[in-house]
């Protein structure tokens, strides 16, 4: 999974219709030789902009929700608590 | 997924039987430190040349068609808003 | 696989529900030209922090849990032995 | 997918059984930022040294073959037209 | 897939139980602009340190075992012949 930051929201009203309803955000990549890296990222855990996520890619992602054929690829997984510095 | 700039049509004629009628284009990806990289990607929703757009890649790029056996790992998914400022 | 080293842990309080109860840290790429590439990895064999061990990525990852509907993309999948020196 | 030019051959007399029988094909991406990147790819529409292609990675690239269980990760699944310029 | 040399063995005695009697193999790749990148691999078609080999990842790479549920990502899946002068 990929450590990252939510830095801003993703507006696309035509898509594949598939994808109706999800909540598409940009991430960025902090911390290690790929810092500063961007995926753009779907939520449906209630994350934020400014918050530190774990993003899980590939056919990883697609299994946060209920349905395997919506053509996702990477997805917020989990927010990482404020007060956890690593690294 | 990957926020990138359609940039060029790609012809091929001579392909996989089961690409016949898909449309090839050039992305190019914006933003963050893989930016400039290029990829090439199928589109069934309507984008063109121009068109900043959501790239979904891997196994879920198939999710697009009805068709599980396209070899295909890179589809256009979504068009991002022209009024949409990110990053 | 990658060979890394843990090198922290991760906490994540909020996360999607089938995660509850993981063990997430965070791994650094060791050697190569990816040498100090960063990512968040899953551990259920008993790695610690300063442990070398072999990571697994993708689709494998989720091999090492009993549930193939699990959002994860990286795994801990061996500790590399302490008098193991290579490359 | 990824623009590839076909610049060698590859022989592996030792090889997996299911191997058997497919043509290897070194390949190197054009253009962007992964100019230069080389991979092996396999070759089963006819594509030769010099020829421009179209890759397809990942779970996409047995999808050119009849039998899901060949250990391939890459195969050409199309060529670029040689009067098509892009980019 | 990937052209590399096996430049190592890696041994890891504490591992996934479905892992037990494997052979990991350090390789790193050779040409293109990612010469020098490393990855483990498992090797069970009898290569050997300073061999030239290609490496399948990702799912394919579990093809080339008998059981789908291993948990790796990498594995030679051919030995490149010596007097094969490729690049």
């Known amino acids: 999974m990929l450590a990252a930051r939510l830095i801003d929201n993703i507006w ?6 598939s994808l109706k309803g999800l909540k598409f955000m940009l991430a960025e990549i902090i ?16 994350a934020g902009i ?12 697609r299994k946060i929700l209920d349905n395997d054929n919506i053509p996702i ?15």
Chains 1, 2, 3, 4, 5 share one sequence.
Request: glycine share 16%; charged share 25%.
């Open 12 to 17: 696309a009203t035509r898509k594949a219709d």
């Open 31 to 46: 911390g290690g030789s790929d810092n500063g890296q961007r995926l753009i990222v779907i939520d449906n855990i209630g």
């Open 50 to 61: 400014g918050d530190r996520v774990i993003i899980s890619t590939g056919s990883a992602a």
């Open 73 to 87: 690829d990477a997805a917020v997984v989990g927010i990482i608590d404020e007060d956890c510095n690593f690294g």
